[in-house]
């Protein structure tokens, strides 16, 4: 967590700085995939990617390339563009360039492992890799100084890759949904603020130094949880997906049986968080729904909110977002005021809403599934503790 508040509190100087200047429109998006980057960067890699403080990564900005491209190319709607042979070679040519970006960190930290040096920071802190090649280098008969083998290599810089995207995408568009859907609750986002004082207490200043020192404070925001479960509900930024097979017959609530052996199964999040016969009130920002007991109205079925997906292959850094977005809300949400400006920045547009909830900021596919326009946005330094920060 200290490598998560340190990255959150450039974040906040940031959006600070933004308060202060004036009530110009921005687009937060960019700026959580910034932080996400540089979060995920020391958690999967143990690097300092900086995208945060120095501008864009080379290893991140390929990533995006490179989910861009995928997204066009796998794009239903464009069917003569998928037939580009250069779209093709393009994508080829950037995941390779991506690959080499990821053989270059493995290759750091291999040598990083090695030294003498790392020996303090493995006791410090072990990210992804260092773990994975801690593994590798104590099976039977390897010595240290044994290069990687190929295949380890292929295998490793696949599995990091999926880490690295899995890692800042989705994490990055829940903050924004939660950015989005909180200030338009002024009742939330005054509970929220609530709780945040009495687990913290008054001075915002200290609450990040509370949150590194003792992560295990973010286990005491049962309302800041709530808020985060439903938003991801509502917005949900990924999904699940299984290969059918004859053993596999899916039953409906009414007894249909349904064969899955020649098909893909996906798990539509969106469908299944809206779904009527499973959730009281769907469309309503209820984050109240995750706190009541078992049999109250609002209670979710069980099963119903699947964000993170279930069984063995559910998601691997599922506690770990819960503690992210956490402590993003925790250091955010009492100074700030975010103001949406879809209205302003969308004005005169004529698109049917109805397929989307009549939601604005509805969902569209970037990699994960993140609201629409990279949330244009005014901030404001939001006053709540009058004297703090220079308000
Ligand atoms: C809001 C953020 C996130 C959401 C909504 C999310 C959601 C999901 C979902 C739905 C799956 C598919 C599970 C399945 O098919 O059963 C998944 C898989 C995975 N997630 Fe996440 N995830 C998030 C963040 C993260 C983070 C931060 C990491 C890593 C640090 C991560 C690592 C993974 C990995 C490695 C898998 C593949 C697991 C496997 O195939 O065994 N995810 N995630």
Redesign the pocket.
């Known amino acids: 967590m200290p490598i998560v508040v340190e990255q959150l509190v450039i974040l906040r100087d940031k959006l600070r700085r933004k308060a202060q200047a004036g009530r110009d429109i921005f687009h937060l998006e960019p700026l959580t995939l910034s932080l996400m980057n540089d979060i995920?960067g020391r958690?999967v890699f143990n690097a300092e990617l900086g995208n945060q403080t120095a501008g864009s990564h080379p290893l991140s900005e390929t990533m995006i390339r490179q989910l861009g491209l995928k997204f066009a190319i796998n794009d239903v709607m464009d069917n003569l563009g998928q037939l580009n042979p250069f779209r093709k070679f393009s994508t080829w040519n950037n995941g390779r360039i991506l690959d080499n970006h990821v053989r270059d960190q493995i290759n750091k930290r291999v040598t990083a492992f090695r030294s003498a040096k790392v020996q303090e920071e493995r006791d410090a802190f072990k990210s992804i890799l260092d773990q994975a090649l801690e593994t590798y280098y104590s099976e039977l008969g390897r010595r240290g100084s044994d290069p990687v083998d190929g295949n380890f290599m292929k295998m490793l810089c696949s599995q990091l890759r999926?880490?690295f995207f899995?890692?800042y995408d989705?994490?990055s568009a829940?903050m924004v949904a939660c950015c989005y859907l909180i200030w338009k609750h002024p009742e939330v986002l005054a509970k929220l603020r609530e709780e945040h004082d009495k687990v913290f207490g008054r001075n915002l200043a200290a609450c990040a130094d509370m949150i590194a020192e003792n992560p295990a404070v973010l286990n005491s925001l049962p309302y800041t949880t709530a808020v985060i479960k439903e938003t991801?509900r509502l917005f949900?930024?990924?999904?699940?997906?299984r290969v059918g097979c004859a053993d596999l017959v899916l039953k409906g609530q009414d007894g249909t049986e349904y064969p899955t052996e020649g098909f893909l199964v996906q798990m539509n999040h969106f469908s299944i968080h809206r779904n009527p016969e499973v959730w009281a009130r769907p469309r309503e920002f209820l984050p109240e729904r995750f706190l009541v007991v078992p049999g109250h109205e609002l209670c979710p079925a069980k099963g119903a909110w699947r964000?993170?997906?279930y069984?063995t292959?559910?998601?691997?850094?599922?506690a770990?977002?819960m503690k992210e977005l956490r402590a993003f809300l925790a250091l955010l949400a009492r100074e700030f005021d975010f103001q949406d400006c879809y209205d302003e920045v969308f004005a005169g547009e004529k698109v049917d809403l109805t397929n989307v909830d009549y939601e604005k900021a509805y969902l569209v596919e970037a990699g994960s599934a993140h609201p629409r326009g990279m949330f244009p946005c005014r901030i404001s330094l939001s006053g709540y503790v009058p004297g703090e920060l220079g308000i």
């Open positions: 995920i958690v999926l880490f899995a890692g989705s994490t829940a991801m949900p930024p990924a999904s699940g997906i964000i993170f997906e069984g292959r559910n998601c691997t850094g599922q770990f977002v």
